[in-house]
């Protein structure tokens, strides 16, 4: 199994542009989400799905997007980005039944001048 | 609102000794409380798994207890190392497949 993976791992855009953070797990797993972690702020979530087809809008959803049309894929999109959305992204997946752990992917570092 | 602390941003210790880490809630009554360690760079890897059941929980040199009277669990890692230095993060799990609410993390610093 290659876990949650991410891509890419670095990316500077300028502000304005579009871009689209790619997240997939092999886990078979339903339950997906992304964060943003920066310094002092700890892990906040942007957006999640409990499954293809749902999703709902977590702490900091504004300035992004997500859409799940598989179980496998989590795709964050960026439709005009901002300095303020200089940050570390993160993509976790969590498994079937009650309260599993969750798995974290390694992480986009994204800056946007 | 809902809150969840640890209480220290950073923790240095001697090695040797054991670190303990805290972290507090408010408005909650989360079924299980999850700690996960961050090394730089890198995402965070899952450690322990507390139900509200338990009163304490053990997986080699760590220990987590969990007080839902006092809201809090601790982490305690015996007999430190200098490899355990890395952030800490503890996690509420409020429901099944809703989303897990995490701490900011202590960064421990475990000094030979």
């Known amino acids: 199994n290659a876990g949650v993976t991410q891509t890419p791992k670095f990316q500077v855009l300028k502000t304005g542009q579009s871009m689209t953070l790619q997240c997939a797990q092999d886990?078979?797993?339903?339950?997906m989400s992304w964060y943003r972690q920066d310094p002092g702020m700890g892990l906040r979530l942007i957006h999640y799905?409990?499954?293809?087809?749902?999703?709902d809008q977590g702490e900091v959803p504004n300035g992004y997007n997500v859409s799940r049309s598989t179980t496998e894929d989590f795709p964050l999109r960026l439709l005009s980005a901002a300095p303020s959305q200089t940050s570390v992204y993160f993509c976790?997946?969590?498994?079937?039944?009650?309260?599993?752990?969750?798995?974290f992917g390694p992480g986009t570092r994204l800056t946007v001048l | 609102s809902q809150k969840i602390e640890q209480n220290s941003e950073a923790l240095n210790i001697q090695e040797g000794k054991t670190a303990t880490l805290t972290c507090n809630y408010t408005n909650y009554s989360p079924a299980y409380l999850q700690w996960y360690r961050q090394d730089p760079g890198r995402g965070p890897v899952f450690l322990l798994l507390?139900?509200?059941?338990?009163k304490e929980k053990r997986k080699e040199r760590l220990k987590v207890t969990f007080d839902t009277t006092l809201k809090q669990s601790l982490f305690h890692i015996t007999a430190s190392q200098p490899a355990d230095s890395a952030t800490y993060l503890c996690a509420l799990d409020i429901w099944r497949n809703t989303p897990l609410v995490f701490g900011k993390g202590t960064r421990l610093s475990v000094i030979a």
């Open positions: 799905s409990v499954g293809a087809g749902i999703t």
């Open positions: 976790a997946s969590r498994g079937p039944g009650n309260y599993n752990e969750q798995f």
């Open positions: 507390i139900r509200e059941n338990e």
């Open positions: 886990m078979n797993h339903e339950y």
